[in-house]
């Protein structure tokens, strides 16, 4: 007798989501997918039910703004499962939408034999720890990247695997020496709300940059699915354009580039895993700032500072990112001494991305087909 073919309801809400689905996707046979996600999980095989970019939206008073929107998408989804009936949901980052959703889908008591897995732990060691006892809750498991995220969780009886950093998989062959090329590149965000308040503060800081001496320098910025068109109009104007290369090509071209200028994100982690000199800037809505200086309880923003407890990359948040400040740090950088100091925080950071040196997709993926 054929052996049933199992499904999953996967859900990525922005584009580190959707790669790292796309992993996890790979690494699994026999099993049919259905859920929302990017380009990158539908070359897999997915079709998402609506595009990924209605999710991608960050900040207090952003996703309040666009309460309306996540709302009635948050109800398709929650419909969308209770008619699929999967074996598993299988929700990845986006905690406030993974959270509504499943919340919603147990509280329908229509499925009963469904398992819910989660994969990036919420940052409840920053902020809003009590997010820790309500995931327990709703979620069966959970896959965190590190150790110490482990006992926020599991002290409420959720059942927590720690896997390493999935970006780390992979990207050693894309580390080289200290010898770059002249590119300085120029990541805006991937959400459509960051993009918008960093390229005129590009715009800015090349104007700059080229009237302080750096000519000879080639500016470039991946772009990405949610924002590629956006980005392609912004830059027409722009005296000094930079190049626009595909995301897909992010990887060699952080490996030659000199000095990176990125939002806050998960770039900056794999630009940190690269040894890649990188200054990180962020602007968000004015009340967002503040209300994230009385919840957070973090000093930086940037994962390797995090979890190094120190600033390694320079972070210009909210008014401190401005093309002034953005140049001298960049100045900074250029400085030999700077940069090797820099470098060699870098690598003592190694060792605290993937400990076990695993695949963590592969240890995600093994996980997921052994419990359904």
């Not at 076990?356 to 997709?361: D, E, I, L, S």
Request: net charge positive; proline share 5%.
């Amino acid at each position: 007798m054929k052996q049933k073919i199992k499904k999953i309801f996967i859900i990525a809400g922005e584009v580190s989501g959707d790669v790292l689905g796309a992993k996890i996707m790979r690494e699994m046979s026999g099993v049919e997918f259905v859920g929302i996600g990017g380009q990158n999980m539908e070359s897999c095989g997915l079709k998402s039910i609506f595009p990924m970019s209605d999710l991608s939206v960050m900040g207090i008073v952003e996703v309040v703004a666009r309460a309306k929107t996540l709302k009635a998408r948050i109800k398709q989804t929650v419909d969308a499962i209770i008619n699929e009936k999967p074996d598993l949901v299988l929700t990845i980052d986006s905690p406030g939408f993974a959270k509504a959703v499943v919340g919603n889908v147990k509280k329908s008591g229509t499925l009963k034999n469904t398992k819910f897995f989660h994969v990036v732990a919420p940052q409840v060691w920053a902020w809003r720890p009590k997010r820790a006892k309500k995931y327990a809750k709703i979620f069966d498991k959970l896959y965190a990247f590190f150790d110490f995220e482990i006992p926020y969780f599991t002290k409420y009886g959720l059942d927590v695997v720690a896997v390493g950093h999935p970006i780390s998989d992979g990207l050693d062959k894309y580390k080289s020496d200290n010898t770059k090329d002249k590119i300085i590149t120029l990541v805006p965000g991937s959400r459509m709300s960051e993009v918008k308040k960093l390229l005129p503060v590009f715009h800015k800081t090349v104007d700059m940059l080229i009237n302080c001496g750096y000519r000879d320098y080639k500016f470039v910025i991946p772009t990405v699915e949610t924002t590629e068109t956006y980005v392609r109009e912004h830059i027409k104007n722009w005296k000094n354009k930079p190049v626009l290369i595909d995301s897909k090509e992010r990887y060699q071209l952080y490996a030659n580039t000199y000095i990176a200028i990125v939002a806050s994100g998960t770039v900056s982690a794999e630009l940190a895993i690269m040894h890649i000199p990188t200054i990180v800037v962020y602007k968000m809505n004015p009340l967002t700032i503040l209300l994230a200086h009385i919840l957070l309880r973090v000093k930086w923003a940037s994962l390797v500072n995090i979890l190094m407890n120190e600033t390694i990359f320079p972070e210009l948040l909210g008014k401190n990112a401005n093309a002034y400040a953005i140049t001298d740090c960049l100045q900074q950088l250029t400085l030999p001494h700077v940069r090797k100091e820099m470098l060699h925080k870098l690598t003592s950071a190694d060792k605290k991305w993937n400990p076990r040196k695993q695949k963590p997709t592969a240890v995600i993926a093994k996980d997921i087909l052994s419990s359904i």
